[in-house]
């Protein structure tokens, strides 16, 4: 019979899964599946490479004695949003086209703009 995997001309995998299963894999799929995988652990800043292994850099809070848990969640999700790490999962969860991400880019900056006028008006005059 099969084995696990037998390999065919250079694009295309046969492999067997439970219950003897076979299943053609275009190497193509398992590329886009692991460049998916890659962004979303690595890109989104989930996981780090050091010299010493993988560090997880997540998001965390201390529950303290006092604290109910709905305002332990609330907290949390405060944390989430400002250091983006919904946005960003989200952004990398599907493509986004290069118009889409100007467009995101240039909202951004004159967001950012108007966010200093108001802070120092004299900043931007002439």
């Known amino acids: 019979m099969y084995s696990n995997f037998i390999k065919l001309p250079q694009h295309i995998v046969i492999c067997r899964a439970i219950e003897g299963a076979i299943f053609i894999i275009t190497l193509t799929f398992l590329l886009t599946v692991y460049k998916f995988i890659y962004s979303i652990i690595f890109l989104s800043g989930f996981l780090t490479l050091n010299r010493n292994g993988v560090d997880f850099s997540m998001a965390k809070i201390q529950i303290s004695e006092n604290e109910s848990l709905r305002e332990a969640l609330r907290r949390f999700k405060k944390m989430c949003?400002?250091?983006?790490?919904?946005?960003?999962?989200?952004?990398?969860?599907?493509?986004?086209?290069?118009?889409?991400?100007?467009?995101?880019?240039?909202?951004?900056?004159?967001?950012?703009?108007?966010?200093?006028q108001n802070l120092n008006p004299n900043l931007f005059s002439s």
């Open 81 to 116: 949003d400002k250091e983006g790490i919904i946005n960003q999962s989200k952004r990398y969860a599907y493509f986004e086209k290069p118009s889409d991400k100007r467009r995101r880019e240039e909202s951004r900056r004159v967001k950012n703009i108007k966010k200093a």
